[in-house]
């Protein structure tokens, strides 16, 4: 099984996901984007061996974390798509861009690419490529527990912004309408931020999909 826990992190309350295998107690953080030694006690305290870090894209409020965790555990980077490569090149525009402290650099030792897998332990997460908030944007969907992360392509009533570099609007409405609704409506999503939904719901109930 897969368990998992939502800390919310830096002035943005970006959604840091800390998930774990029941079985091995091996664990990975998607999008930790600040906050390191928070996330790091989150790992503590459960008794878990962090395995990998897993990134949706690489906007600064998901992945400045990456570089000191990468420091301090030695852990792999998994993701983005080689597509966002642009947005973490830029790491130090970003942060003066957004007016956060400089964070450290880092490379992905793995850039994903649609239908490749990440394992947490004994556990899968599939890869599905949804550009239009950021080019390389990719989502994790857990099939056994019909469970996704997918960053900042939808929210609770709400999808990505597609006015920074590289975003496209028409790119965005297609990969939710065409990438992840057709997963399944019983799939419960947790967001980059706000509140969880489920694709149901979001089909059903969110403006800027109708």
Same mark, same amino acid.
């Given at each position: 099984m897969l368990n998992r826990i939502t800390l919310p992190v830096t002035p943005f309350m970006q959604n840091?996901?800390?998930v774990?295998?029941?079985?091995?107690?091996?664990?990975?953080?998607?999008?930790?984007?600040g906050e390191t030694d928070r996330l790091l006690e989150a790992?503590?305290?459960?008794?878990?061996?962090?395995e990998r870090i897993i990134l949706t894209h690489g906007h600064l409020d998901h992945v400045g974390a990456t570089g000191e965790l990468v420091e301090k555990t030695g852990v792999p980077?998994?993701?983005?798509?080689e597509a966002d490569a642009y947005w973490i090149d830029g790491l130090p525009q970003q942060?003066?861009?957004?007016?956060?402290?400089? @964070?450290?650099?880092? &490379?992905?030792?793995?850039?994903?690419? %649609? #239908?490749? /897998?990440?394992? @947490?332990?004994?556990? &899968?997460?599939?890869?599905?490529?949804? %550009? #239009?908030? /950021?080019?390389?944007?990719?989502?994790l969907l857990?099939?056994?527990q019909r469970l996704s992360f997918v960053g900042d392509v939808l929210f609770n009533g709400g999808i990505g912004r597609t006015?920074?570099?590289g975003g496209n609007h028409e790119q965005l409405i297609n990969s939710i309408k065409h990438t992840l609704l057709p997963l399944g409506d019983d799939i419960t999503f947790v967001p980059g931020h706000g509140p969880e939904s489920t694709f149901g719901a979001e089909r059903l109930n969110n403006p800027f999909l109708r």
């Open positions: 840091c996901s800390l774990w295998c029941s079985a091995t107690n091996k664990a990975a953080l998607i999008d930790p984007g790992i503590d305290e459960r008794h878990l061996t962090l980077v998994d993701g983005p798509g942060a003066q861009m957004f007016g956060f402290d400089p @964070v450290p650099g880092f &490379t992905p030792d793995r850039w994903l690419t %649609p #239908g490749d /897998t990440v394992t @947490v332990g004994e556990e &899968t997460l599939e890869v599905y490529h949804c %550009p #239009g908030h /950021t080019p390389g944007h990719m989502v857990h099939q056994g006015d920074f570099p």
